[in-house]
């Protein structure tokens, strides 16, 4: 895998972008096969910015534009679904959003029904609802600043939309860095409720703290579940920010942590060439033997989350048989950094170690997903041996 030209120096944005393309693709189809016959996408924050070709598809815009074009089609030729798409993008910057306009103006995607507004998202909120209306709709909440703009008091009226889902770019490490300071008191309660204490947290704890306090403190507003994933400063083992993703579906979380995992993926890669580009640009030697092997993955990483797994599935289990649908599995997937194929891994050990049994189903011809999470009267109960 090689990133693209047009994303280097801005890794982050390749990572980030990979997660709402995957994501997208998901989303839609799923939403638009059962009931929905509109769909909205809107982006409160979308440039565009640093485009490196007229398409835009090295961007937001140009991403979700199309997805939703190739998901339209597909629901239409696949399920026969007739699925209408709005997409309404909100810039600040006159530059950007007359390059946003110019663009929708003369757009490809034709059947995609678009609508722009020049101003600050946060002024534009009563509009932005009417615009909604009672359709499903997406936000992706993507900030250059931190400040008054994704905290749950400025975002409450599209947070209570009652058909709503978000991912929010929470710039986690501005925010760390003033999150101490008395003057940024009022800034902290907007975003967390409260003004975050630390003792003897190690950085990981910090901010696994500081991320539990801003999905609280949302989720009282949304009144839904949520999730996220960090994407990592490029070259740096050190998180630049997170994207939180706020739902009111327990199977929205399992297609989000699915995204992300495959999105983890995507980053270890990147991350591996960054670091080789550094290194060469140090050394001033050119690669004379073309592409070079990039780890996929940390086996150690991954061993250490399939324990963790076992760990809270051995927890989960101890106060008797547990029915695993979907409403269980999303609280799993909630409560944890864990992936779902973490946890099917470590259900896999249980079961060949004879810890735990399926009171249910015969899955002696399970390999791989051993956990098939489904509406109550199809789900299965699990229970220590």
Known sequence: MTIPDSYIGREQAYVKHQILKTYLQRLFLIIGQHAESTINYIDCFSGPWQAGDKKLSDTSI???????????????????????????????DPNAFQALKDFLDNSPYTTIETCCINGDY??????????????????FVDPKGWQKVVGARTMKPLLQLPKAEFLINLMYDFINRFVSLEHHAEDMIELFGEIPQFSTELPRERETKLLQLYRNNTIRSYDGRSGYVRIEKPGRDRTLYALVYLTR???????????????????????????????????????????????????????????TAQDFLVSQLNAGPLL?????????????????????????????????VNLDADISR????????????????????
């Not at 339209?72 to 798409?85: I, Y």
């Open 122 to 139: 946060t002024e534009k909120i009563p509009e932005i609802v009417d615009w909604c209306g009672s359709h499903f709709s997406f936000f």
């Open 324 to 356: 695993i649908d979907w409403e269980c599995w999303a609280d799993f997937l909630e409560q944890t950094d864990l992936y779902p194929s973490d946890f099917q891994a470590a259900m896999r050990n249980l079961v060949k170690d004879g810890s735990v």
């Open 249 to 307: 579906h327990p199977r929205g979380l399992d297609v989000f942590k699915a995204a992300a995992e495959k999105m983890n993926i995507v980053q270890r890669r990147t991350q591996a060439e960054v670091k080789l580009r550094h290194q060469l640009e140090r050394s001033n030697t050119d690669d004379l033997f073309g592409d070079i092997p990039l780890a996929v993955s940390n086996l150690s990483d991954t061993e250490a989350n399939i324990a």
């Open 62 to 92: 140009g991403i979700s534009l199309e997805q939703m074009y190739a998901c339209q089609n597909d629901l239409s030729e696949t399920f026969g679904r007739a699925v209408k798409f709005r997409a309404l993008y909100i810039e600040k």
């Open 366 to 385: 399970r390999r791989k997903n051993f956990i098939k999470p489904n509406w109550q009267n199809k789900s299965e109960r699990w229970s220590l041996a």
